[in-house]
């Protein structure tokens, strides 16, 4: 799986949008961008994927540069609860594929 | 109607004991995983079943046996506790082992070995 590069920490408003950045730019044409959280003490919890296009679910949207070299989450209104360790992560399409973690950013909310 | 559910959620135990975890999804998906998250935060896979049949294994120890009585179950068993397992261990589900299906993961459980 492509290595991925993301800041160690990040600081946002409350109410404002965070932008988490992602570097990855040995992805090859068959793997997805995932993004996952960790808040303390919880399970991982899924927030979005995508392959090249960019997505935008409930959560979240992820905007992947067209040469899928990097990829930004976007958290338009955070919140509080929104301060936790956020992963992004390069998984291959094939059976057999995991999810390997890195070291991931610590969004940290502020009132 | 937690989706992927393990226990127990905490467990204290002394060193050369064994211990397992249960493991069990409502999801219907076809492949488990198990992942330890260690005292410096680090996730990483030990294990993936697809319908009952390993397909990931990591460089564990041996004394870590997963076993899945059926595709809804994974549970992992450990053999003679050392103390450096103390880690928390995440069992997640996904409906196949393919790439564009998203993995779930449960609470946790957190094992102490003293």
């Known amino acids: 799986d492509a290595k991925t590069t993301q800041p160690t920490s990040m600081d946002c408003a409350e109410g404002r949008a965070a932008n988490l950045p992602c570097n990855h730019s040995?992805?090859?044409?068959?793997?997805?961008v995932y993004w996952y959280r960790q808040i303390h003490s919880q399970g991982p919890q899924y927030i979005i994927h995508?392959?090249?296009n960019n997505e935008t679910n409930e959560m979240a949207s992820l905007i992947i540069t067209e040469d899928r070299k990097s990829s930004t989450l976007i958290l338009p209104h955070a919140t509080l609860r929104d301060t936790a360790v956020y992963y992004c992560i390069v998984r291959e399409e094939t059976s057999g594929s995991r999810l390997t973690f890195g070291e991931g950013t610590q969004l940290t909310v502020n009132p | 109607d937690t989706a992927v559910s393990q226990t127990p959620k905490y467990l204290v135990t002394q060193m050369g004991n064994d211990k397992s975890i249960k493991c069990e999804q409502n999801?219907?998906?076809?492949?488990m995983y198990w992942y330890k998250q260690d005292s410096k935060k680090f996730l990483k896979i030990m294990f993936s079943y697809n319908n009952k049949e390993l397909i990931i294994n990591e460089t564990v120890p041996n004394r870590f046996s997963p076993k899945s009585p059926d595709k809804a179950h994974l549970n992992l068993h450990i053999n003679s506790l050392e103390l450096g397992d103390s880690a928390v261990y995440f069992c997640?589900?996904?409906?196949?082992?393919?790439?564009?299906?998203?993995?779930?993961f449960g609470e946790g459980s957190w094992l102490t070995v003293v």
């Open positions: 995508g392959l090249k």
């Open positions: 999801l219907g998906h076809d492949t």
């Open positions: 997640a589900s996904s409906r196949d082992g393919t790439g564009g299906n998203t993995i779930y």
């Open positions: 040995t992805i090859s044409g068959n793997e997805y």
